[in-house]
């Protein structure tokens, strides 16, 4: 593989405090001082490349395009910022050159502003024109290597600042033809782009992370040395326990990418020892004779919402954070084993207890189920934890009657064994980790009617008396309606991807205002970041 890439997010966060967005730099706290913060940041930047180059990672994915180019209709406010921003950038990306690193800078399709939308009317073929024109200031004005492009995810809800990225490409055909456009502007500037297939669900290319014939429209007739397909692991977003998607074996022909998280926002953000190791080795091996897979890109700070405020290989780094990066690359660069990195990176008595810890935690939260699709997507192999929220209500509860039949099989004295095993390896927060897994393995039970509710609300009370300042828990076990949630999520799930011909008539189509109408009238069932953090849900359902 030619590009070992690493996102470089972590830099940009100076003194994060409370729940932090760790998908988007807070320019508006940056802001507050630019040049001054963007000073600090340089200094971050240093300490951060220097780590990673020494482990080996030669690429960097670089936020973002936006406050990289300006345009003569921005107001004079955006355009001196935007002007702070670019000789910042420049000593970034320098750095970064002369550290042999390649630079590619992300951007989403489409960012905007008032001004943006004014001048283009909100068109999408007139926004889609000011993209082009920005990636080819982008490619001439700085020593970059190329462009990343998200398009089927937009900024959260409580983003803050001067841009604030939306969807712009709903079909499969207007993907194609931006795609063309694109690629003949980095191929003139002799640059490369990467094209991320990831999406939530939105609009009719919502389903391109796993339907081959959205795959297929999207780059119909595009054969170029400059694009690369980059795609995650599943057909969904960083959770454990999915196949590798098999789209990466689909076109031959494109030059792909394999995308992995290492801080895992689904499983603890670095507050617990999850090792990503044996997970991607597995990986690793299926791709072992892909000859067109030319890169790996890791996210080892971006992604999710969390008051777990550590910054990988800064402040207050999680080293189980800086384990997992380290083994995503050695796997796929040096094809070391799993247990020879953990011996090498943390000592021999390592390996014993995370071996026992990634067994109960991959039995407690995600053993149990089969997949299922709703609409253009897959559900998630856990709904009942989304970052640092566990959230029990009648509409979670309904769906795990459904989908799964029973709790995980744990027998007691394996969570003494990981006691010993982590008293062993000097785990210094084993009652912290044992006790939250014992805590998830009542959980599980109660949503399988296997024991009391009211014993799991004081077992939860005493938990976080001990251990508060992570995990956040509502838990409503209110049963009215619960035999209708049950009927309304078995007829709107399926249990394959192919969609069914109901599927194909009303619930991808004409259903929208009905889901919309139902994520209302639920509305308490759901999760409270939905409301206030993470992109709109009737967006998600369009």
Not at 15 to 33: A, H
Not at 52 to 59: A, K
Not at 106 to 112: G, I, P
């Given at each position: 593989?030619?590009?070992?890439?690493?996102?470089?997010?972590?830099?940009?966060?100076?003194?994060?405090?409370?729940?932090?967005?760790?998908?988007?730099?807070?320019?508006?706290?940056?802001?507050?001082?630019?040049?001054?913060?963007?000073?600090?940041?340089?200094?971050?930047?240093?300490?951060?490349?220097?780590?990673?180059?020494?482990?080996?990672?030669?690429?960097?994915?670089?936020?973002?395009?936006?406050?990289?180019?300006?345009?003569?209709?921005?107001?004079?406010?955006?355009?001196?910022?935007?002007?702070?921003?670019?000789?910042?950038?420049?000593?970034?990306?320098?750095?970064?050159?002369?550290?042999?690193?390649?630079?590619?800078?992300?951007?989403?399709?489409?960012?905007?502003?008032?001004?943006?939308?004014?001048?283009?009317?909100?068109e999408s073929k007139e926004l889609?024109?000011?993209?082009?024109?920005a990636v080819k200031k982008v490619?001439?004005?700085?020593?970059?290597?190329?462009?990343?492009?998200?398009?089927?995810?937009?900024?959260?809800?409580?983003?803050?600042?001067?841009?604030?990225?939306?969807?712009?490409?709903?079909?499969?055909?207007?993907?194609?033809?931006?795609?063309?456009?694109?690629?003949?502007?980095?191929?003139?500037?002799?640059?490369?782009?990467?094209?991320?297939?990831?999406?939530?669900?939105?609009?009719?290319?919502?389903?391109?992370?796993?339907?081959?014939?959205?795959?297929?429209?999207?780059?119909?007739?595009?054969?170029?040395?400059?694009?690369?397909?980059?795609?995650?692991?599943?057909?969904?977003?960083?959770?454990?326990?999915?196949?590798?998607?098999?789209?990466?074996?689909?076109?031959?022909?494109?030059?792909?990418?394999?995308?992995?998280?290492?801080?895992?926002?689904?499983?603890?953000?670095?507050?617990?020892?999850?090792?990503?190791?044996?997970?991607?080795?597995?990986?690793?091996?299926?791709?072992?004779?892909?000859?067109?897979?030319?890169?790996?890109?890791?996210?080892?700070?971006?992604?999710?919402?969390?008051?777990?405020?550590?910054?990988?290989?800064?402040?207050?780094?999680?080293?189980?954070?800086?384990?997992?990066?380290?083994?995503?690359?050695?796997?796929?660069?040096?094809?070391?084993?799993?247990?020879?990195?953990?011996?090498?990176?943390?000592?021999?008595?390592?390996?014993?207890?995370?071996?026992?810890?990634?067994?109960?935690?991959?039995?407690?939260?995600?053993?149990?189920?089969?997949?299922?699709?709703?609409?253009?997507?897959?559900?998630?192999?856990?709904?009942?934890?989304?970052?640092?929220?566990?959230?029990?209500?009648?509409?979670?509860?309904?769906?795990?009657?459904?989908?799964?039949?029973?709790?995980?099989?744990?027998?007691?004295?394996?969570?003494?064994?990981?006691?010993?095993?982590?008293?062993?390896?000097?785990?210094?927060?084993?009652?912290?980790?044992?006790?939250?897994?014992?805590?998830?393995?009542?959980?599980?039970?109660?949503?399988?009617?296997?024991?009391?509710?009211?014993?799991?609300?004081?077992?939860?009370?005493?938990?976080?008396?001990?251990?508060?300042?992570?995990?956040?828990?509502?838990?409503?076990?209110?049963?009215?309606?619960?035999?209708?949630?049950?009927?309304?999520?078995?007829?709107?799930?399926?249990?394959?991807?192919?969609?069914?011909?109901?599927?194909?008539?009303?619930?991808?189509?004409?259903?929208?205002?009905?889901?919309?109408?139902?994520?209302?009238?639920?509305?308490?069932?759901?999760?409270?970041?939905?409301?206030?953090?993470?992109?709109?849900?009737?967006?998600?359902?369009?």
């Open positions: 593989m030619e590009y070992y890439a690493i996102d470089c997010i972590g830099p940009f966060f100076l003194e994060p405090k409370g729940t932090v967005n760790w998908s988007k730099i807070p320019f508006f706290e940056l802001e507050r001082d630019i040049e001054r913060n963007m000073n600090k940041v340089v200094r971050q930047f240093t300490t951060y490349l220097s780590r990673i180059r020494d482990i080996g990672y030669n690429t960097l994915t670089l936020d973002d395009l936006a406050h990289m180019v300006t345009f003569p209709f921005y107001d004079e406010q955006t355009k001196s910022k935007i002007e702070v921003y670019k000789e910042y950038y420049s000593r970034l990306i320098r750095m970064a050159k002369d550290a042999g690193m390649y630079v590619f800078i992300n951007s989403d399709v489409m960012f905007n502003n008032p001004s943006i939308e004014q001048h283009t009317g909100g889609h024109s000011l993209l082009k024109i490619c001439n004005e700085y020593p970059i290597d190329g462009i990343n492009l998200r398009i089927g995810e937009s900024d959260g809800i409580d983003v803050k600042g001067d841009f604030h990225s939306t969807l712009t490409l709903r079909t499969a055909k207007e993907a194609n033809v931006l795609l063309k456009e694109l690629l003949l502007v980095v191929e003139e500037a002799e640059k490369e782009l990467i094209f991320r297939t990831w999406t939530v669900g939105a609009y009719e290319i919502g389903d391109l992370i796993w339907n081959k014939r959205t795959f297929d429209k999207v780059f119909q007739g595009i054969r170029s040395d400059h694009l690369i397909v980059s795609m995650k692991y599943g057909d969904t977003d960083f959770f454990s326990n999915l196949e590798l998607n098999p789209l990466f074996f689909h076109n031959p022909e494109l030059r792909m990418m394999i995308e992995l998280q290492t801080r895992r926002e689904r499983d603890g953000f670095g507050t617990n020892p999850y090792f990503v190791g044996w997970d991607y080795f597995k990986y690793k091996e299926k791709l072992e004779n892909m000859h067109n897979l030319v890169g790996l890109s890791v996210w080892c700070q971006t992604g999710g919402w969390s008051k777990y405020n550590d910054i990988t290989f800064l402040k207050n780094s999680s080293p189980w954070n800086e384990l997992n990066t380290i083994a995503a690359l050695r796997i796929f660069k040096d094809h070391a084993l799993p247990e020879q990195i953990i011996r090498q990176t943390m000592g021999k008595d390592m390996v014993a207890f995370l071996r026992e810890y990634n067994s109960l935690y991959h039995r407690l939260i995600y053993s149990g189920g089969k997949p299922f699709y709703f609409r253009r997507s897959r559900v998630p192999p856990v709904v009942w934890m989304f970052w640092d929220n566990v959230t029990i209500s009648p509409f979670i509860k309904a769906y795990y009657q459904v989908a799964f039949k029973s709790s995980p099989q744990i027998d007691e004295g394996e969570f003494l064994t990981l006691r010993t095993l982590g008293a062993q390896a000097g785990i210094e927060q084993i009652d912290f980790l044992t006790e939250t897994l014992k805590l998830f393995y009542e959980l599980r039970k109660v949503l399988a009617r296997q024991t009391s509710e009211k014993s799991l609300i004081e077992n939860i009370a005493t938990y976080q008396e001990r251990f508060s300042g992570f995990y956040t828990f509502t838990i409503d076990m209110n049963q009215k309606s619960t035999w209708l949630k049950k009927m309304i999520l078995m007829l709107i799930l399926r249990k394959q991807s192919a969609y069914r011909l109901i599927d194909k008539l009303f619930f991808v189509t004409l259903a929208t205002p009905l889901f919309r109408l139902m994520a209302w009238k639920y509305r308490r069932d759901l999760p409270e970041f939905i409301d206030n953090k993470a992109m709109h849900l009737n967006l998600l359902l369009t």
